[in-house]
């Protein structure tokens, strides 16, 4: 079955910077979009930023200009760079996949939820 594994997380101190990781395997053969979704403790899940197939990048108002989603198609693996890191990015990261897009809304979460997701990777940021 289609398998997300997200690694990179760790704590850091504001102002830092992690890199996470997202290696996808056996997704369908399609047009497809990953994602970045956060859920913090006691909040409801949150959209960070989306990658469609032709490799454009959208992402939330919270994040941008801070965080920056790449993709290697050669290896299925997505990443996100986050700098400047603040507390309030304080969460479960996960990734998230949709091998059936058709916007660049499609791994916002906006239309639909994506079908495929990892199982997280924390990032702590502390002040």
């Known amino acids: 079955q289609v398998q997300l594994v997200e690694s990179g997380g760790g704590s850091v101190q504001t102002g830092g910077s992690l890199r996470l990781s997202c290696a996808a395997s056996?997704?369908?053969?399609?047009?497809?979009?990953m994602g970045w979704f956060r859920q913090a403790a006691g909040k409801e899940r949150e959209w960070v930023a989306a990658?469609?197939?032709?490799?454009?990048?959208t992402y939330a108002n919270s994040v941008r200009g801070r965080f920056t989603s790449s993709k290697d198609s050669a290896t299925f693996t997505l990443y996100l760079q986050m700098n400047s890191l603040k507390p309030e990015d304080t969460a479960m990261y996960y990734c998230?996949?949709?091998?059936?897009?058709?916007?660049?809304?499609?791994?916002?979460?906006?239309?639909?939820?994506?079908?495929?997701w990892g199982q997280g990777t924390q990032v702590t940021v502390s002040s």
């Open positions: 056996r997704l369908p053969y399609g047009r497809t979009c």
């Open positions: 998230a996949a949709d091998s059936h897009a058709t916007s660049h809304l499609t791994c916002t979460g906006k239309v639909r939820t994506p079908p495929y």
């Open positions: 990658i469609e197939s032709d490799g454009r990048t």
